[in-house]
């Protein structure tokens, strides 16, 4: 069996789980290139109908022809296909399983990557487990926000650990990924939000498909003439 096809038949361990991601997923990627280059490399990425990649390119690219718009844009579009929409969808399945799963967004741009990364690179992919680890306090440029955010993330990951449960004593409440997609966005400060991506969920589990499917019926007529 497919492993999206495991999970749709709930043959999985169905154990407490923490899943999240980043709001700046593909940043570590600065593309240099033009954006028709960037968008056939991209191709290698997706593994789509080739001429599928154009309603992609439509829902998140638009019309706009400003360079800084469309470098965010695309980066938002390359995040959610590598990252975020797989595990938003894990996330469901796993829920729908009865186990108790918690879904996060971090956030916080490090300070230590202030004089490495560009400006409008927020949380990157892998930011938040130097936070998870302790890692602001082995540095002296870290700031101590930053220190209180590492010591949160701390007691929120060895509660998870001892009692599923990442929930504790002057913790903002971390809620139960449920049918409302309840998840907690992790940054300086916490806060409990929902529907992350609802729109773009949307795209992809239904606009998404009916297009790939209209498109691949055409192509089958158009092959048969």
């Keep these: ?77 390359m995040g959610d296909i590598i990252f975020v929409i797989p595990a938003l969808q894990v996330s469901k399945y796993h829920r729908d399983s009865g186990a108790p799963l918690y879904f996060y967004e971090f956030q916080h741009r490090p300070s230590t990557f202030k004089d490495t990364k560009p400006d409008f690179v927020k949380a990157d992919h892998g930011d938040e487990v130097g936070f998870v680890f302790g890692g602001p306090f082995l540095r002296s440029d870290a700031t101590e926000e930053e220190k209180h955010l590492s010591r949160t993330i701390m007691k929120y990951w060895a509660n998870f650990a001892r009692n599923g449960n990442p929930n504790g004593e002057g913790l903002v409440e971390w809620p139960v990924y449920d049918l409302n997609d309840q998840y907690l966005e992790l940054n300086l400060k916490q806060k409990k939000a929902e529907k992350l991506k609802g729109n773009r969920m949307e795209f992809w589990t239904k606009i998404f498909p009916e297009q790939v499917k209209k498109i691949t019926e055409d192509r089958k007529e158009h092959s048969e003439l």
Excluded: H
């Excluded at 043959?11 to 407490?16: G, K, M, R």
């Excluded at 990627?29 to 290698?44: E, N, Y």
């Excluded at 706009?64 to 965010?72: C, N, Q, S, V, Y």
């Design 1 to 77: 069996m497919k492993p999206e096809e495991l999970l749709a038949a709930k043959e999985f361990s169905t154990v407490p789980y923490i899943i999240g991601v980043n709001n700046n997923e593909y940043g570590w990627i600065i593309p240099s290139t033009a954006l028709r280059d960037v968008i056939a490399i991209s191709g290698l990425w997706i593994r789509f109908p080739s001429e599928s990649v154009s309603v992609v390119a439509d829902e998140y690219l638009g019309d706009t022809d400003d360079p800084a718009e469309l470098r965010e844009r695309f980066q938002d579009m």
